[in-house]
């Protein structure tokens, strides 16, 4: 796919969601459109767009009132133009208009004829790419950022040219093997200093991040810079590209667990490497999450044979599992929900249970539905009650705070007396990965600080919380305990 086509994790369905109405698949405006989607005009009025299907378009208006407007339900002509330049011209009807904090929003529906997506993806990169005041943002980063991607740009040619010097003219009679070896001593090498990098980028892009204006032009410069040699790795053009149509698809996250260079060249290897050391806390991640459940069993366990119910949301591959039975007595038992959207990533997890050699003492139920649907007041929502740990690992990073809030009382809400909801997300801290996830590869999250992921549980006042770290301090844990009855 040449374009980056992204949805949001709030927006991901889930097969329940597809299963009960079809909707053409809606993707998020300025994902599919580099960042510069094309402007919406509806007879006189001019919107922003936010989303488009094949079948019409959602957008916002960023004004408080809209006195004069067409109002919901009527049809008219709607444009969507780039630069000046019209990109698509048909009759349409104003299905929704909705006042809210941000402004209006409002939603059309196509009468005649649909969108040809791909093609206004191309037509709208075309005309971006010859006009001329893209060239850069007005707002400039610091002399201090620009010496920093100068210096982590410096310091990653000087590897590639030394590939280019040394093992490119013999590259072609090394087999994968010995590529790959070339590959991992180099990254070995360098890792130290790389990982040095890191932190600097972190310290330099924290202290900017709240500032939008500024978050925009700093991610302009390092996608200029920095991003331009390391997409040569394939992690980071994955991370970057989001092939799945949504970031950390459990392809990526296998990349990061299973640590292994990717690519047919030794650059390509190299590169993807220093993204895999980059990644390492998806693998702390993990291990801190299923210590913290194999610790409840552990505290909680009465008798031989006991058997826990626990459920992962955005299970992803599930790779804790295996952590969690080796760290547990063998006469301890598991029944695990894995809820994920992707059935990819469910197929997966599936297949690495079947191969565990203590599967045994497991029973896994795999939920292909959005962790929206457990918000729902539904009879489906059984299995998650009176679990003792609920549990969710690089989801609620994509959760605005009130909507996180939400989602951990309702899981609060779930599990049993003495249960527990867990819940890890990315930190802020130079130890964290703000710069190379963010601002490297365009992959937005809430990066949240000690206070940020306590307010998560603000409103569930009889609860035990606390905050843990994983052991690179780079993932928050925010521990919920329900206290016993
Ligand atoms: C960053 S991965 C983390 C996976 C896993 N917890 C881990 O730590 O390896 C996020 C996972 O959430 C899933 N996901 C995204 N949006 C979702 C939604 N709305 N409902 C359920 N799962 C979702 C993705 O498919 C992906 O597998």
């Not at 709208?124 to 740009?153: G, H, Q, W």
């Not at 013999?170 to 200093?193: T, W, Y």
């Not at 809820?339 to 050699?357: K, R, T, Y």
């Not at 601002?439 to 919380?465: G, H, Q």
Request: proline fraction near 5%; include cysteine; hydrophobic fraction near 40%.
């Amino acid at each position: 796919m040449g374009w980056r086509m992204s949805k949001s994790y709030e927006n991901l369905p889930g097969a329940a969601g597809k299963a009960r109405f079809f909707r053409p698949s809606r993707y998020d405006a300025a994902a599919i459109f580099a960042g510069s989607p094309p402007s919406v005009i509806f007879e006189d009025e001019v919107f922003e767009l936010e989303n488009i299907s094949a079948a019409g378009a959602g957008c916002i208006k960023r004004v408080r009132e809209d006195e004069g407007a067409v109002p919901a339900g009527a049809s008219g002509v709607l444009r969507l133009t780039q630069h000046g330049r019209d990109l698509f011209l048909g009759a349409a009807r104003k299905v929704r208009r909705v006042a809210g904090p941000g402004g209006i929003s409002a939603g059309f529906e196509l009468e005649a004829n649909r969108f040809d997506l791909d093609w206004l993806i191309r037509e709208n990169a075309s005309v971006l790419a010859r006009a001329r005041s893209m060239a850069a943002p007005d707002l400039e980063p610091s002399i201090a950022y620009k010496t920093f991607c100068a210096d982590a740009t410096a310091f990653l040619g000087g590897y590639l040219l030394r590939i280019q010097k040394y093992v490119a003219p013999i590259e072609d009679r090394c087999s994968q093997d010995e590529r790959n070896e070339i590959a991992r001593d180099l990254a070995a090498a360098a890792e130290g200093e790389w990982l040095d990098l890191i932190a600097r980028g972190n310290e330099l892009t924290a202290e900017i991040h709240n500032d939008k204006q500024k978050r925009i032009a700093y991610k302009s410069y390092t996608e200029r810079t920095v991003s331009q040699i390391l997409m040569g790795g394939p992690g980071w053009a994955r991370c970057y590209y989001k092939p799945a149509g949504y970031p950390g698809d459990y392809k990526i996250m296998n990349y990061g667990y299973e640590q292994k260079p990717e690519g047919e060249t030794v650059a390509e290897k190299f590169l993807h490497l220093l993204g895999m050391s980059a990644s390492r806390f998806v693998i702390t991640r993990m291990e801190t999450v299923a210590g913290l459940i194999a610790d409840y069993a552990h505290a909680r366990r009465k008798y031989a044979g006991e058997e826990f119910v626990i459920t992962s949301v955005g299970a992803g591959p599930a790779r804790e599992l295996a952590d969690i039975l080796e760290e547990t007595p063998e006469d301890v038992r598991w029944r695990v929900n894995l809820v994920d959207q992707e059935p990819a990533a469910l197929d997966f997890a599936f297949d690495s249970v079947a191969h565990l050699s203590e599967r045994d003492r497991i029973t896994v139920r795999g939920l292909n539905i959005s962790f929206r649907e457990m918000l729902r007041p539904s009879g489906d929502n059984g299995v998650f009650v009176s679990n003792d740990v609920i549990y969710s690992s690089g989801l609620v990073d994509y959760l605005n705070p009130l909507l996180a809030q939400r989602f951990v009382k309702r899981l609060y809400d779930f599990v049993k007396p003495g249960g527990q909801v867990i819940i890890g997300n990315v930190n802020n801290l130079a130890t964290g990965r703000i710069w190379p996830l963010e601002y490297v590869t365009d992959w937005s999250l809430y990066f949240r600080n000690e206070d940020e992921m306590r307010a998560m549980a603000r409103d569930i006042p009889d609860a035990k919380v606390s905050v843990v770290s994983d052991p690179l301090e780079a993932v928050y844990f925010l521990v919920v305990e329900k206290p016993a009855e």
